[in-house]
């Protein structure tokens, strides 16, 4: 007779799957609320640009540069390293 409950069998891969979840969690947090800093800044400064106001980087490089914030998601290269963000136009 056997006390294992062999549904409950955990694959190495699996445990390891989970610990990496388990780290990545606070970083991924992190990014998705400097994402929505972001595009709140990005509308500002697209906001500014149409007022007339001097701002850095032309409206293209704030348009393009959403673009880039919107995709800096999960599977996107270099995720949730926060050295790896796209970078402001300057």
Known sequence: MS???WS???KAADIQAEAEAARLAPLIAVEVQWVEQERKFVAEQLEAIEDGEQVAGTERLWRDYRTQVRAWKLDAEGYPDSSQRPG???
């Open 88 to 90: 402001r136009p300057s």
């Open 3 to 5: 006390n294992i409950d």
């Open 8 to 10: 409950e069998l955990r």
